[in-house]
């Protein structure tokens, strides 16, 4: 049972422009949401994260997009640079006291030159 | 830097061994996961600890793995009876508390590759 899916298992972008990673989830208990970032022989790395209270949150070339009624949240990069290539994975959590997170299974982006 | 650490890198095992992963938190840091990730997937929970204490194994898949953190620090993942179906980079996360937020993110080690032969 995947309660959080991430259907492009790759992505190819150019260099300057918009990145849009998507992800679904199922389980309406979540109230958590953050996207993860993780290079080969690394550990993910937090990128951003959005509470289910709100519907965007900002940080730099960084943004994600909460849509609550299609259970769905997406990470835009703008502008995409070659050394955001690398490994996305999506995480949401039911219980924000705890921090278990539930993984997507990633979307692995390539940003050309 | 001081990060999360995880000894070792790589692990290779022979089915029906007992394996030792070891996992030093970020100092001052109370809450520790443990997760597992099989290739083309991402982490999946397995343990959370709130100091001393295992707040939420029910990730665990079954009896052959258990893990402690005795002193509130360091944690040994253990799995006995290995399966090659166990065969996974095993991540450990730690952040200052449990509770989530912008400014509590989890920091996660580079993990340890085990092979189950």
């Known amino acids: 049972d995947q309660q959080v899916k991430q259907n492009s298992p790759s992505l190819s972008v150019q260099e300057g422009r918009i990145s849009i990673l998507n992800c679904d989830y199922t389980?309406?208990?979540?109230?958590?949401f953050l996207w993860y970032k993780k290079y080969p022989a690394e550990g993910p790395t937090f990128l951003i994260s959005?509470?289910?209270?709100?519907d965007k949150n900002e940080d730099g070339r960084f943004t994600v997009f909460l849509n609550k009624s299609a259970k769905h949240l997406s990470l835009h990069i703008v502008p995409s640079q070659p050394g955001d290539s690398a490994v996305y994975f999506c995480a949401a959590s039911a219980n924000s006291n705890t921090g278990k997170l539930i993984f997507g299974q990633g979307t692995t982006l390539q940003v050309k030159p | 830097g001081a990060g999360v650490s995880q000894t070792p890198s790589n692990k290779v095992t022979e089915k029906g061994k007992y394996v030792e992963l070891r996992c030093d938190p970020i100092s001052g840091h109370t809450a520790l996961y443990w997760y597992r990730q099989s290739l083309g997937q991402g982490p999946e929970f397995l343990i959370y600890?709130?100091?001393?204490?295992?707040?939420?194994d029910s990730g665990l898949p079954n009896d052959r793995f258990f893990a402690v953190r005795p002193e509130g620090s360091v944690s040994t993942l253990k799995i006995q009876r290995t399966e090659r179906g166990d065969s996974a980079v095993y991540l450990c996360?730690?952040?200052?508390?449990?509770?989530?937020?912008?400014?509590?993110?989890?920091?996660f080690g580079p993990g340890t590759r085990l092979t189950v032969l």
């Open positions: 959005i509470s289910s209270i709100k």
């Open positions: 389980n309406s208990m979540f109230d958590y």
């Open positions: 996360a730690s952040s200052l508390t449990g509770s989530l937020s912008y400014y509590n993110e989890q920091f």
């Open positions: 600890f709130q100091g001393t204490g295992a707040a939420d």
